[in-house]
T-cell receptor, first 111, second 112 residues
Framework: GQQVMQIPQYQHVQEGEDFTTYCNSS?????IQWYKQRPGGHPVFLIQ?????EVKKQKRLTFQFGEAKKNSSLHITATQTTDVGTYFC???????????FGKGMKLTVNP | ETGVTQSPTHLIKTRGQQVTLRCSSQ?????VSWYQQALGQGPQFIFQ???????GRGNFPPRFSGLQFPNYSSELNVNALELDDSALYLC???????????FGPGTRLLVL
């Protein structure tokens, strides 16, 4: 079945650093979504990418959908302590309603 | 605009018991999905309800069942609880024909 993998699983950065995390699907996706879950909280929708090669920015966050629609990346510039949490990518395949989540990338920030 | 709400927030059950979790969708959303999130894992899709009918199911056994009501609220029922059912159960609602999920705060279930 469809699998979504995220690398790395853990990322520890110094405040102010940039970093990138990746999401890879075993199958071609209809769309990819990114969510953020703070410790003890629930996933909160960040963004959805639909088109091949699409790039979207939200302040210091840049999201990209791969040309083959099988991978995605999230780049955070000048990391802040407020960025702490677990970032999940999730995708749907074909006409399926099933949203498949990766295991997440847990970000910690050293102030 | 009212967000997704879930009840109860926490629950402790013993093996073999049955549990019912409840969810009220965000206003304007007629689609509700349920997810199980084990510790340190991503949410896993259980099933989705649209217009009171099941509209897609993940790899969960039949002892996981659900309902959706005319006001779009929903219930998740789990029979014959097992220790591995201990998890955060998340309900998410969405606009018709859109896959973006708006999650509720979840119900933390502990099975002893």
């Amino acid at each position: 079945g469809q699998q979504v993998m995220q690398i790395p699983q853990y990322q520890h950065v110094q405040e102010g650093e940039d970093f990138t995390t990746y999401c890879n699907s075993s199958t071609t996706l209809s769309n990819i979504q990114w969510y953020k879950q703070r410790p003890g909280g629930h996933p909160v929708f960040l963004i959805q990418l639909v088109k091949s090669g699409e790039v979207k920015k939200q302040k210091r966050l840049t999201f990209q959908f791969g040309e083959a629609k099988k991978n995605s990346s999230l780049h955070i510039t000048a990391t802040q302590t407020t960025d702490v949490g677990t970032y999940f990518c999730a995708g749907t395949q074909g006409g399926s309603e099933k949203l498949v989540f990766g295991k997440g990338m847990k970000l910690t920030v050293n102030p | 605009e009212t967000g997704v709400t879930q009840s109860p927030t926490h629950l402790i059950k013993t093996r073999g018991q049955q549990v019912t979790l409840r969810c009220s969708s965000q206003s304007g959303h007629n689609t509700v999905s349920w997810y199980q999130q084990a510790l340190g894992q991503g949410p896993q899709f259980i099933f989705q309800y649209y217009r009171e009918e099941e509209n897609g199911r993940g790899n969960f056994p039949p002892r996981f069942s659900g309902l959706q009501f005319p006001n779009y609220s929903s219930e998740l029922n789990v029979n014959a609880l097992e220790l591995d059912d201990s998890a955060l159960y998340l309900c998410a609602s969405s606009h018709p024909q859109r896959t973006t999920q708006y999650f509720g705060p979840g119900t933390r279930l502990l099975v002893l």
